[in-house]
């Protein structure tokens, strides 16, 4: 096995490097935010609107529990995270690709 790397090295760095970029690329575009409104976001806004036009009194007496704040931030986090795993697998797929196409002194 180990013969085996050794002797297609250079093979496996740019397969290696072309999966992390490919794979890093195709995570980037994935996690990018959305641009248009979904039809639940939509729906607030049309039940926010609503509620707003009501009067006082009928508004007070339905109030939805809000979500707690710890998930908003949990939420960011997580897309702080998945941004630098994203940056790290471009990065490191540069590497490998640079690498292989180093040529070594004999």
């Known amino acids: 096995m180990l ?3 050794i ?3 250079i093979m496996l ?7 992390f970029l ?3 690329i195709a995570a980037l575009f994935w996690t990018k935010p959305d641009t248009a409104l979904t039809e639940n976001q939509i729906a607030e806004a049309n039940i926010a609107r609503m509620e707003a036009s ?3 009194s009928v508004v007070s007496a339905k109030k939805k529990p809000k979500p707690p704040s710890f998930m908003k931030a949990y939420k960011e986090k997580q897309k702080e995270h998945i ?5 790290f697998f471009i990065i490191s ?3 490998f690709l640079a690498y292989s196409f180093i040529k070594k002194r004999e």
């Open 3 to 5: 013969e085996f790397i």
């Open 7 to 9: 002797k297609h090295k």
């Open 13 to 19: 760095f740019r397969t290696i490097g072309i999966l």
């Open 22 to 24: 490919v794979g890093g």
């Open 54 to 56: 009501l009067p006082k």
């Open 83 to 87: 941004r630098y795993l994203v940056i």
């Open 93 to 95: 797929g540069i590497v």
